[in-house]
Every structure is written in structure tokens, then in C-alpha cells.
């Protein structure tokens, strides 16, 4: 018997918004400065219902021009929305040009909206006999599903795939059949679409209402049997009822036919669609892309998914027979490769060539060099071999012995290369290779040039790994280390046992390469005026760095050990506490679980709590701590949470991370993150840590000094930031407090609440601090509320005292927003550059968050230029004059040393005075140094 056929239809529109806004904090940014993050959103969607579904037709349909129908019904439908965002307008045509190279036809008619096409094929398909699929994560279409058609709403953000069926849609609405749906949402409205429906009922009324009258000319047939004040707004709405209905009603009648033999799924234009990829820098994709579509996997038969129960993502069957007569296509068709391209690398092998090679590279004014090591944790790496390169197209390959004293005596010759003053040297991420030498006592001096730093200067926005910038400037892909080490797993070879003849390729590539991309960004830093950043700031602090991550910081282990016990028994004594309060056991660590204990079973948080776009319970910690106060339950479980998190984050996994060979945890600062300019940090994460509560405090103090003749000094910038703005801004009332050393949030406390410096309460100088802290961010009456006692109305009284204290404030956030439009980027003291390419933006939330950065992005950026300047010169005094005090963390505003007792007294007054000094602004920069044998201590 012939499997049923299955259509599947895209609401494009639903699709690409969802993506768009689910990268709305991490936008995908391409080497042009477009934002893809639509195209990515919706292509995503696309090729995973593809590689999940194997689906027998597909069609995409789009909204063109709004609703004809509903705009006559109701002028104001729709009204309330903001303007497409632009990244979305670009997004259309390119969206259109990839499914006419696949093959995928576009249903759009003029006047008539998406989910009115695809209700009126849908139904004529099901007519047809066929399975129809509609792919959205509307919950408007609902109201269409029927024994063979169904809602198949995408993956997102962790949750899989969900299929409505008509049992599925009955349970979700709590009705009795799907054409259920428009009477519920006639009755509750849509503010996104600005349909009014009812006054005063919600969600839960509108259930209510559909299970005692069924619909909603039934309830407004009989609103003689409602009670008090739903009575009169229901009486008094009855045609906005009716109206409100009509909006929500999907159209089943449009001018549009089902072609099944134009909807069947055909084989895309490949070279056609994957010059579209290039184009757009979609490498992961067309990797995917070739994959799926790939002739080289066996056809097997097209299994369809049982309903309701989605396939695994990661089925790799091939949806295509390919004829043996069409090639695949590779790579070669867009980007250059090792086998095509023309270059000649070689090896030198021996101590009497090397030192030959050495006359030649020390005749050389830049030469690029790449270290192939055994493995990745440069603390712990031995050195395999050096590649070297000088010249496009050329390259040398040293190999080193396995023998440690070997390898010592062959990077002895090397050793004047490495330590010349006069060659600039060239890598990507040369804090890895400066930290492979340092271990062969190797120190790299001279100028260095790192591509991955300076194309972080030049497009922070975009990603900054060798492989993206290959292909991005040079149209080149570098060949994979998979090729030569195999895929991640037990079977993976260390470059030790790769062929030599291999690796001279491998390695020479990566060397070439990166030579030409320094010769590509070294002009465009000058285009950038980003040359003196890079040339002062972030190159020396590389070798700042490497030293930092080398030296790493004791633990306390047994100390961690006992901690974790202690948080274990903690969060043992709440957990049992939250089961008595429920009255059942269940599994904590499960939002569904948990959302149907505090909303269904306790009845916390009113009539209305919050769901996900799956339609379970909203658990997140924003929502449970607006109802901290509601219930003991919502306290307790905040404090689990937080428990569990900081055992198992730091506490448990800390002394994991405890290089067997230094007894010392080592993190990975990294440069090239933050567009801000500031350092993150990895293995461990040091700049999450929580500092505000009494637990992460206790982390804190598991960081301990070398030994007893040691501490650790802690130099923290005091209010760095509000120093920063009042300077930028020029506010002469701010400037004045800090110039006479007040406490800035009782200074502003007492012009604001018009009291004296010795009257103002806590509570003043506390709404004092929230606003200051706030101001930067754009802070809201709304948000002030939410980080305060006070009232909406009390906040926007406070803002607005805040303003008239500090006019010059409020003139320098509109001159910071202007630059951005008019320059369309921001900048730090030293000229650190944020671009923003949504400040025109007709969208009003995507511009209002691209106008926050325009005001926080310098002042952030300026704090992470100045403490990289005073590391830098700390540093640099640290060498000079032979300290034995070692500069180990840096965190957000705070530096911390290991530091001899022996010095101590003699090197608070240099730190504090080098980062005071580390750059002249009209306030004082202002240090506070602690002392302690732990890092809770000294802080």
C-alpha cells in the first residue's frame, strides 16, 4: 500500500522574523557589514525540515502588501507595529533568490496575507488526499488543523520540533475541535496585530467562556447569564466581538490553486545556490547544504514522520537520486585550495640547514611563523615543528625532535629570530605560540603583528578564526586539521604521528596564509584610524597575556572540596523543604515540572502566568523573581538554583581545571570577543563569578597566594565608569564631586532628593546608585521601578530630577546618539571603534538598542582601554626592575598579584600609581588596594 503524500507549507514571514529576533543580542554580521541573521534564521528552518521530513512537496509562501480583507473590516488592523527591520528588508530578496535556485516555489499574491494562502491550499491538498504540514510557529493556524493537516512548529532555543494534530490542539486550547481556535482568539484579542476582542478577558477567560457557551456568537446570544462588570464590557463590545472574530479568521477561498506537480520537491541548482552561500558567508550552511543534497550517501527509502513524534536531527539520509552524470560540487568552484593553488613549501630539517635558514630570515624585515603542537593547552603542548613564511606563496617547515633536549638545541638556533628586536612577526592568536616558546625559556621580542587582533579592530562584528578570514579576503579555503588528525574522538592522531610531508603542507599553508592576510589588514587598520589602538594597546598586551595565563593562581582544593559538601547539605534542606511545600516530590531541575507545581497546583503569580513559545510554564529567573515575595516556595527555589549553579560551575568543576604539572589553574583571557573592547575569559570563567552574594563570595577565597611567604594584593578602579562619563560628558556637577573626593552616589542623592550630604538616607543614596549606574544603559522609568521600591511615577520623577542635576548629562547621551547617526559607528578615549549598524533603523526596538550602545559602548570601552594600558605599563615595570611580584587576574575593573611580603609595602604605592596614571582624564581615576592570603581577603 503507497504511503500518503505529505505537503509541507512555510509561513516565510513567521519564519524569518523568529530567526531575526532570536539573534537579535548576537547578530550574524558578514565582512560587508550585512546583517544575514534573517537569511540564516529562515534557511535554517528550511533545510532542517528538509534533512528531518525528506518531505514529497514544499512550497514557501509571503505576505505581499498586508490584508487587503481585514484593512477594509478594520483600518486599524496591524496598525500598531513597528516598521520591518531593515536587516529583514535586505533579507527578502536574497531569501527569494535561494529557493528559486532550489527549486522551491514562492506563493505570494498582492493584498493577501501568508496564513491565507496556506489555509486555502491546505485545504485543497487535504481535498486531494494529501498530509499537509504547515511550518510556523504561529498558534493562529491551529484553527485550520484536521485529521491530515497539521502545525509543525521548528526547533528552537533547545526545544524540538512540536507537531499539533487535532488531539494535540484540543489539549493546547482546552477545546472540543480546532475550529475552536478563532472564537478564542476573537475573544482574547492580539495586540501584535491589534485585533481588540473582547475587554477584560484573557487566556484563561476565554477557555472558560469556550467551555460553557462553545463559541462566540453563542456567548454573545446569551450574555444575560454573565455577572457584574464582564457583563457590561462584554454587552457593551458585542460588534468588536464579531469584528474581532472575523480578523482572526483564516481565509480558505484565496486565488490561489494547488499545482502538485509544481510543488513536488526537485533537485536544487547547486552551483547556483551555493554561489548564493559564498556570497552571503555562509560556510556552515553550505557545508549542511552539501551534505543534504550530497551524491556520495546512498538513497534509501523515504520513511515519513509519525505525527506527533519528530526523527532525530541528526538523520543524514540523502532526500535525492543524483544521476551518475552530474558532479558534485566542491569548493574548488568558489574558493582557492592547497591543490589548486600554485606555491611552494619545504622543509629543513637538521641542525646545519636551520642554522643556514636563520642567516636567511634574520636578512628579513617581517616574517609570518605558526607553531604545530601536540595539542591545544599551550601550557601543556610540545612543540612538533615551526613554520615559517616571508613571501605569498612560499613557506619553510622546521620539524622538531620528540626528544625534549633535542628540541631545546634546535630552537637554541633560533633562538636570534625569535628574541631580534628589529623583525616583525606575524601569526594568528600569537598569545597561543608566544606561550608554546616561553616553555623552551624562548621570550618572542620585537614588534608582533596578530591578524585575529587587528581584524578584531578592524570588523568587531564578525568572527575572526583563520578558515573565515581565508575565505572572506583572500577567496582561499585553508585545508581542515581533521584531513590530517582525524575527527575529534579516541581515534584522533596528535600531529606526532602526521606524515612530514603532510604536515610541511598543512602547517607552510597556514603560515602563507596568514603572511598574505597581515598584508591585506595592516592598510585597512590605517583606513580604520585603528593602527595607534592596535600598535599600543592590544599587541603589547598580548605578550602581557601570555605571561598572566602562563603564571596562573593556586587553589585551595580541600577547601572547594568541604565548600562543596556544605552547598550539597544546603541544597539537600531546601530541596526537601520545597517537596513538603508542594506536597509532592518532582524533579526540580525541570521547568515543565516546575510550572505546573507553581502555576496550576499553588495558583502563584495570578491569573496569567507566563508561557514559553512551546506553551509550557515560563520558570526563568526574571519570572520567579517578580513573584519572590508572592510565596516562600518561589525563595527557596531561587536559592536551590543558585546553590546548584555555583557547585557545579565553580565549586565542583574548579579544581578540575588544576594543571597537574603547576599545581595552578590557568584561564584563557580572549581578546578578540567583546565588541566592547573588554577581556572574557575561559577555563575557568573568572569574570562570572558572583561577588554580590554571601556563596559567591565563598568562591572568591578558594583563589589563595603561592605559599606563606606570599599575598595577594587586589587593585580595584573605584566607579570607574560614572569617572568616565562625567569626564566625557563634561558635566561640571558631577566633575566637581569627584574632584573633591565625595561619595558620588550620596552626592548625587543629595542634589536630587534637594537634602544636605549628611541628611540623605540609605534608601536615597541606594535609588542615588541605581540611577547612576542606570543612566548609561538607558534606564527606564519602568526599569527603575523594577531595581527599586518606588512607583513608575515616583521613577520618572527621579529621572527627571536626575536630569536637571545633571543637564550636561543629558545633552552628551543626544550627542553620542547623533555621532552614531551621522558617522554610523562610536568611539573610546583611545579610539576604539563600535559600529552600529541599526541606528537608522525603522524598527523602534532594534534602533532604541543600537542608540544604548551608542552611550554605554565608549564609556564600557573607555574602562577596558584604561586598565589595559595600566596592565601594560605595570607590566612593562614589573620586567624593568626585576619584581618577583607577579600581576596573575584580571576582572572587569580589578587587577590581582602574587606578591612576596617581602615587596609588599613597596609595591601598592607603584600599582596604585600606575593605574591611576594609566590615562588624564578631568576627574581623578581613584585604586583601592587590598591584601589578603585569599582573593575574598584582599578584595
Known sequence: MMSQKRLFLLDAYALIFRGYYALIKNPRINSKGMDTSAILGFMNSLLDVIKRERPDYLAVAFDKGGSDFRNELFPE??????????????????????????????????????????????????????????????????????????????????????????????????????????????????????????????????????????????????????????????????????????????????????????????????????????????????????????????????????????????????????????????????????????????????????????????????????????????????????????????????????????AQELIEILRPFFESENIVKIGQNLKYDIKVLKKYNIDVKGFIFDTMIAHYLINPDMRHNMDVLAETYLKYS??????????????????????????????????????????????????????????????????????????????????????????????????????????????????????????????????????TKTGQYATGEEIL????????????????????????TYVDALPLQVDVRTNRVHTDYMQAVAATGRLSSNNPNLQNIPVRTERGQKVR????????????????????????IAALSGEPNMIESFQRNEDIHKSTAAKVFNVTLNEVTREQRSHAKTVNFGIIYGVSAFGLSQQTNLTRSESKELIDAYYATYPKLKSYIQDQITFAQDYGYVQTVSGRRRYLKDIHSGNAMVRSGAERNAVNAPIQGSAADIIKIAMINIHKRLKAENWKSKMLLQVHDELVFDVPKDELEAIKPMIKQEMENAFKLIVPLEVEIGVGNDWLAAH
Not at 484565496?254 to 559564498?278: G, H, I, N, S
Not at 523573581?625 to 557545579?648: A, G, P, T, Y
Not at 577565597?701 to 568616565?724: G, P, T
Open 77 to 406: 488592523y496591524k496598525a500598531n507595529r513597528d516598521e520591518t527591520p531593515d536587516a529583514i528588508k535586505i533579507a527578502i530578496p536574497y531569501i527569494h533568490q535561494l529557493l528559486q535556485a532550489m527549486h522551491i516555489p514562492i506563493i505570494e499574491v498582492a493584498g493577501i496575507e501568508a496564513d491565507d494562502l496556506i489555509g486555502t491550499l491546505s485545504k485543497q491538498a487535504e481535498k486531494e488526499g494529501f498530509q499537509v504540514f504547515m511550518v510556523t510557529p504561529d498558534k493562529d493556524y491551529a484553527q485550520l488543523v484536521s485529521e491530515n493537516i497539521f502545525m509543525y512548529k521548528p526547533a528552537r532555543m533547545g526545544n524540538g520540533i512540536e507537531i499539533w494534530g487535532i488531539e494535540e490542539v484540543k489539549a493546547k486550547f482546552e477545546i472540543e475541535r480546532p475550529e475552536q481556535v478563532i472564537d478564542y482568539l476573537g475573544m482574547m484579542g492580539d495586540a501584535v496585530d491589534n485585533i481588540p476582542g473582547l475587554p477584560g478577558v484573557g487566556e484563561k477567560t476565554a477557555k472558560k467562556l469556550l467551555a460553557e457557551y462553545g463559541s462566540m456568537e453563542n456567548l454573545l446570544a446569551n450574555t444575560h447569564q454573565l455577572k457584574g462588570k464582564m457583563k457590561e464590557k462584554i454587552e457593551a463590545a458585542k460588534e468588536q466581538g464579531l469584528l474581532s472574530k472575523k480578523l482572526a479568521t483564516i481565509l480558505l477561498d484565496c486565488p490561489v490553486t494547488f499545482d502538485a506537480e509544481a510543488y513536488k520537491l526537485d533537485k536544487p541548482d547547486v552551483e547556483q545556490t551555493e554561489a548564493l552561500f559564498m556570497e552571503l558567508e555562509f560556510r556552515r550552511m553550505k557545508e549542511q547544504f552539501d551534505k543534504l543534497f550530497s551524491d556520495e550517501v546512498e538513497v534509501q527509502e523515504v520513511v515519513p514522520t509519525s505525527v506527533g513524534k519528530p526523527k532525530k536531527a541528526d538523520d543524514q539520509i540523502s532526500l535525492f537520486e543524483v544521476g551518475d552524470s552530474e558532479e558534485k560540487i566542491t569548493d574548488e568552484g568558489y574558493y582557492a585550495t592547497l591543490a589548486t593553488t600554485s606555491h611552494f613549501y619545504q622543509y629543513v630539517e637538521g641542525a646545519f640547514p636551520t642554522k643556514l635558514f636563520v642567516k636567511t630570515l634574520l636578512e628579513q624585515k617581517e616574517v609570518c611563523f605558526d607553531t604545530e603542537t601536540t595539542g591545544l593547552d599551550a601550557n601543556n603542548a610540545e612543540l612538533v615543528g615551526i613554520a615559517f613564511s616571508y613571501e605569498k606563496g612560499s613557506a619553510y617547515y622546521i620539524p622538531f625532535p620528540e626528544s625534549r633536549e633535542e
Open 478 to 611: 585553508p585545508k581542515p586539521i581533521e584531513d590530517l588528525i582525524g575527527k575529534k574522538g579516541k581515534g584522533q592522531k596528535t600531529m606526532r604521528e602526521v606524515a612530514l610531508e603532510d604536515i610541511k603542507e598543512y602547517a607552510g599553508e597556514d603560515a602563507d596564509i596568514t603572511f598574505q592576510l597581515k598584508e591585506i589588514f595592516a592598510p585597512r587598520l590605517e583606513q580604520s584610524q585603528t593602527k595607534e589602538l592596535f600598535d599600543t594597546i592590544e599587541v603589547p598586551l598580548v605578550s602581557v597575556l601570555a605571561d598572566m595565563e602562563a603564571e596562573g593562581i593556586r587553589l585551595d582544593i580541600p577547601y572547594l572540596n568541604a565548600l562543596s559538601e556544605e552547598l550539597t547539605i544546603e541544597a539537600n534542606t531546601l530541596e526537601t523543604r520545597i517537596f513538603e511545600t508542594a506536597g509532592e516530590v518532582f524533579n526540580l531541575a525541570s521547568p515543565k515540572q516546575l510550572g505546573e507545581i507553581l502555576f496550576d497546583k499553588l495558583k502563584i503569580g495570578g491569573s496569567k502566568p507566563k508561557k
Open 625 to 648: 523573581s517578580d513573584l519572590v515575595n508572592e510565596h516562600q516556595i518561589v525563595k527557596d527555589i531561587l536559592e536551590w538554583r543558585q546553590i546548584v549553579k555555583l557547585k557545579n
Open 701 to 724: 577565597k578558594a583563589f589563595v597566594a603561592r605559599d606563606e611567604n606570599h599575598v595577594l594584593v587586589s587593585a580595584d578602579y573605584s566607579q570607574i565608569e560614572l569617572r568616565i
